[in-house]
Each structure stands twice: as structure tokens, then as C-alpha cells.
């Protein structure tokens, strides 16, 4: 995952969105974030980031609507890295969005794992990815997932991970609304809302049927969160009722929403609730799950 590869374009990293197939929250920490326990997954739904020498640090982006001034996500990781390792060292940066922001696929939080890597190979900085883990954990609490395993436990605030190994088959049609979910408003309205999590799978419980039909993952698909996402729906379009009544059997609510994914053992079942949810009204992917840097090629609808 987040490999650098080189051409006359410049180097190129392709940075993978994320869901999180399971998603715990385990109480409030004094630092005012929430304590996690989540089963988070790479898919085959990727930016790109070219990187090329420049004077100053630039970055123009194209796609997916995102600001491109210093608040993105990338010029803070590279602002960070050049003071860690190469102060007063320059590029340019073009990024090319596919992955929504908004949505729960962690796309910024990607693209600044990209940036750690790609600038760590233009710069010659010679930073393990631990390292850049530990940089990435200053820029966003998702970032370091990106410098880990395709597949892995999560924890604490996202600091904390697990690799895990798994051969997966698995076909994910991705669906989401015209509507974002913010992240603080959904956990702001978890706290409200005060959700008892009593009698809910453990967040590793997933781990059992990774390798099994997709069908056996169904009662394992908890998100903590989405009561709070759906109180915040006001009436908007259902997204897990659209997939559920195309007929997916397993469906979940990757981070805080808006998005969710069905699991299907083939790629023509992902098609086709896809195709359904976007008859519905729905924006759609289908993607396969990333395993051990390897993945099959994804599915624009």
C-alpha cells in the first residue's frame, strides 16, 4: 500500500480510500476525542498524487471538489515533513480526486499518507514508515492507517494498529448521498445521544468471517455511529434501505457516514446492487477489497 512509482510525469503515488467494517466506540478520553476499536479496510477506489521539484511547496487539485490551500491535508503533511527532515526543500504537488470527501472513506487522511511518502522518496529524507506514522499521527488521526496494512484492527484514536492478514474475495458496492455527514456533528450527536452499545458484536468479531461468504459478515457490521448519522438524516435519502431493498445481505456505514458498502462474493453481484442504488438516486463505486498491496481493478458506476 501507498507504493512509489516513477515516470516523466513525476513520482506518483495512489492513495486508497477506506471503510471501516466494524466501528466501536468505547468511551471518552480526557483529550476530548473518543476511544475506538474499529476494523478498518483499504479498497481499490484511489486519488493520485504526482509529486515533481519545484520552488516553494505547491499543490493544484483536480476531481472531486477539494480546497487546495494550505489547510488540505497534504500541504500540512508536507509543511511537516520538510521541517522534520528538509526545511526549505520545494514541489508541487497535483492531485487528482476520486475518493468524495464527507463520506467516511478517509480520503484526505489517504492523500497525507501519500504526501508523507512521496515527499520522503523526492526529498531523499530515508524515513522508515513507522516514522512517517508517527508524522501522519500529527496531521490526522486516520493517517497512520494508511502507512500500515491494507487490512487492521484500529484503536485508540486511530494510533494503535493491528495488521491483519487475510486472503479476502470480498466485492464491496460502495453507495453514497448527495449530503455529507461532518465528522464532529456525528460524534457531537453520539454524545447526545448517549447510545448504549449494549449486546453489540465486538468490533473484532468481524475477524472470523473475513475469509467466509459474505452473507455470515451481516450481523457483524456494527458502527457505533450510525444512530447518530441516521438522527441527523432528517428524512434524506435512506442509503442502507436502498441497498438493503436491492437485496444486499451484509450492509454497513463506513466512519461517520454519509457512505455505506454492501458485501457481495462476486463482482457481478456488486454490479448489480450498485446499479441499484444509483437508479435510486445514489452515488456509486465498486471495489475490491486491498490485500497485501494487491487488488482488483475497481469499478466505476
Known amino acids: 500500500m501507498l507504493e512509489v512509482t516513477s515516470s516523466t510525469r513525476g513520482l506518483t503515488v495512489e492513495a486508497p480510500a477506506k471503510v471501516n467494517l466494524t466501528l466501536r466506540v468505547l468511551g471518552l478520553r480526557d483529550d476530548g476525542y473518543h476511544d475506538l476499536e474499529s476494523v478498518v479496510a483499504a479498497v481499490a477506489l484511489f486519488d493520485t498524487l504526482v509529486f515533481e521539484p519545484a520552488e516553494g511547496v505547491h499543490l493544484e487539485c483536480r476531481g472531486v471538489g477539494v480546497p487546495g490551500g ?45 504526501a508523507l511518502v512521496g515527499l520522503n522518496a523526492l526529498w531523499g529524507c530515508g524515513l522508515e514508515r513507522e516514522e512517517l506514522a508517527r508524522l501522519g499521527g500529527r496531521v490526522g488521526s486516520d493517517v ?36 455529507e455527514m461532518p465528522t464532529a456533528e456525528v460524534y457531537a450527536a ?11 458484536p465486538a468490533a473484532t468479531a468481524v475477524l472470523d468471517c473475513l475469509t467466509g461468504p459474505a452473507r455470515e459478515a451481516a450481523p457483524f457490521l456494527v458502527n457505533d455511529l450510525e444512530a447518530a ?60 477489497l486491498l490485500a497485501d498491496g494487491k487488488h482488483q481493478q475497481e469499478t466505476p458506476s
Open 70 to 114: 494550505e489547510d488540505n491535508l497534504v500541504m500540512v503533511a508536507a509543511r511537516l515533513l520538510a521541517d522534520a527532515c528538509r526545511p526549505g526543500q520545494g514541489v508541487r504537488v497535483r492531485l487528482e480526486k476520486r475518493i468524495p470527501p464527507g463520506r467516511g472513506f478517509a480520503g484526505g487522511s489517504s492523500d497525507a499518507a501519500a
Open 144 to 179: 497512520p492507517l494508511f502507512l500500515a496494512s491494507p487490512i487492521a484492527v484500529m484503536r485508540g484514536r486511530g494510533e494503535r494498529l493491528e495488521p491483519v492478514a487475510a486472503g479476502l474475495s470480498w466485492w464491496l458496492a460502495l453507495a453514497w448521498p448527495v449530503y
Open 190 to 200: 453520539y454524545d447526545r445521544l448517549g447510545v448504549s452499545a449494549d449486546g453489540r
Open 229 to 288: 448519522a441516521d438522527s441527523m438524516r432528517c428524512g434524506r435519502f435512506d442509503v442502507r434501505e436502498c441497498l438493503e431493498r436491492a437485496g444486499a445481505a451484509a450492509v454497513g456505514m463506513t466512519g461517520s457516514g454519509s457512505a455505506y458498502f454492501a458485501v457481495a462474493d462476486t463482482e457481478a453481484e456488486a454490479n448489480r446492487l450498485a446499479d441499484a442504488a444509483r437508479a435510486a438516486g445514489a452515488n456509486t463505486h465498486v471495489v475490491s
